[in-house]
């Protein structure tokens, strides 16, 4: 949806903007089910990570607000940047401990003629689903695509997305959604008007 994980993870609230934004990720069972949307567990490693949480349920309950933390300090940098405001200070220090831990659990590996980032045993960390997000974080930081993030246009979405159009001017994180809802707005407006 946001065209990158870690703006995808950001957006694990819905109606950010509104009264009452809906939190997407109430559970550790909520995690591993976006984990493996996501593509960031397999069904096997999210198995094995619903079995450790089921028989740590303390360290399951903080390994979600841990994410949940992580996940509005990758939020308060994002909406910053696409809202060219000054990126908090604190939400960086999460981002960057989140990456340390992360590089700590990464190795290189090579096949096929190639060589890429491999996570060593993700299936015994319950925060293992936090690695591949804060890496994703830290490289879209540093790449060229930094300035196409957006923040929707809707006053109660919120959410954040990667601008791959041509003119790079998308105004919502879907068009479908927020896009028409703004455009039945404005015609009703004239409507009265």
């Known amino acids: 949806m946001g065209g990158n994980l870690s703006l995808d993870f950001a957006d694990t609230v819905d109606d950010r903007g509104s009264v009452q934004p809906a939190e997407l990720l109430n559970n550790y069972s909520d995690l591993l089910r976006w984990g493996t949307e996501a593509g960031v567990l397999s069904k096997r490693e999210a198995d094995s990570l619903g079995r450790l949480a089921?028989?740590?349920?303390g360290h399951a309950q903080s390994a979600l607000v841990r994410a949940q933390h992580l996940r509005e300090a990758v939020y308060s940098i994002f909406s910053a940047v696409a809202q060219?405001?000054?990126?908090?200070?604190?939400?960086?220090t999460l981002l960057n401990l989140a990456?340390?831990?992360?590089?700590?659990?990464?190795?290189?590996?090579?096949?096929?003629r190639r060589f890429s980032w491999e996570w060593v045993t993700p299936e015994e960390h319950l925060d293992s689903v936090l690695w591949p997000v804060a890496r994703s974080a830290a490289d879209l930081l540093i790449s060229p695509e930094l300035s196409l993030v957006r923040?929707?246009?809707?006053p109660t979405?919120?959410?954040l997305f990667l601008d791959q159009t041509k003119n790079h001017r998308r105004r919502w994180?879907?068009?479908?959604?927020?896009g028409n809802r703004d455009k039945a707005r404005r015609y009703y407006e004239r409507k009265r008007a």
């Not at 000054?86 to 960086?92: F, I, K, Y």
């Not at 990456?99 to 096929?112: D, W, Y």
Request: glycine share 8%; aromatic share 2%.
């Open 157 to 159: 979405c919120g959410w």
């Open 84 to 92: 060219r405001r000054a990126v908090p200070g604190n939400a960086l």
């Open 99 to 112: 990456v340390q831990e992360a590089a700590a659990h990464a190795r290189l590996a090579h096949g096929q």
């Open 54 to 57: 089921a028989n740590a349920p």
């Open 151 to 154: 923040l929707c246009a809707s």
């Open 173 to 178: 994180c879907e068009m479908r959604t927020c």
